[in-house]
């Protein structure tokens, strides 16, 4: 079976494939290779200008997930040694984040979490 594209389905899937290549986990040389070859890309340095300006996008959006993981999973452990310290000192919660040394201005925040 044969699938037909129009202009405009190869047009969107080139654009896609660029894409991919852009964004993938891969040194900046390799990407430069493979837009040559597979798309036919000359690399100017106007292009290769963007081609840098996107791969730092990328490195920077997978940072800043990377770090908010990081920070999520830090909360969710710090709302485990509240309930922890509740549970085994029979204390308010307001006393088990005094004994984790937790901000008071994060009061708020982490009693909402534990409400949930």
Known sequence: MYLLLSATDQSHHQLISMLDTLLAKMDAETKKKKL???????????????????????SGIREESRMEGKLEGRVETTIEFIKNIMFKRQSSAEEAMELLGINKAEYPRYLAMLQN
């Open 36 to 58: 040559q070859e597979e798309h036919n890309l000359p690399m100017t340095i106007k292009l290769e200008k963007e081609m840098n300006d996107m791969c730092n996008l990328s």
